[in-house]
């Protein structure tokens, strides 16, 4: 394993977690690592391995996201705009575009079925830490110049979710290294 990443890369063929989709992704996640972290906490305490937790999917977002520059073949806001099939395949996000340019994609989620399967799983309290907590991080290994701002969640209670991305001023998107 790789000293900068808790995890070895994902090896799966892109297509193959693709036709998966995210949603499904995160309630396997989800039924997994709940249990393990509700015994982690019971031995080491709640707060803490919470926030490894936390620290840990913020790493794994990050290294998401750079991934998924690869696989959209660039990292402007464009190709991040157009990777969101993989986030609302199966009606799993309803979202409504609110502005989209070379420098700013706006959008709101009107509907999460994320934070519904969370709330189904009983767990909604760590929909935020499991799903959430990646978005603002992900875009950071995408392209580390694009901004990220959301003031509410569906999650968190709120009627729907402000997602703003926009590219720093002056800013052009980074060059992609690697394979």
């Not at 892109?14 to 949603?23: E, R």
């Amino acid at each position: 394993m790789a000293e900068d990443s808790p995890l070895p890369p994902d090896t799966f063929p892109p297509d193959t977690l693709n036709d998966v989709g995210v949603l499904t992704r995160r309630e396997i996640e989800a039924r997994i690592v709940t249990p393990l972290l509700q015994r982690l906490g019971d031995e080491f305490g709640h707060e803490r391995v919470t926030e490894l937790a936390r620290e840990v999917v913020v790493e794994v977002a990050q290294g998401q996201g750079a991934e998924l520059a690869k696989a959209m073949g660039g990292n402007d806001l464009e190709a991040f705009a157009n990777s969101m099939e993989n986030w609302t395949k199966g009606g799993a996000l309803e979202i409504e575009v609110v502005e989209q340019s070379d420098d700013v994609f706006a959008f709101n989620v009107t509907r999460c079925r994320y934070a519904e399967m969370y709330r189904g799983l009983g767990i909604p309290e760590l929909g935020a830490l499991f799903s959430c907590n990646r978005d603002g991080t992900m875009v950071e290994g995408f392209n580390g110049n694009i901004e990220f701002e959301r003031t509410q969640t569906i999650m968190n209670g709120a009627d729907h979710c402000d997602f703003r991305y926009t590219l720093g001023d002056g800013s052009t998107p980074v060059e992609l290294t690697g394979g």
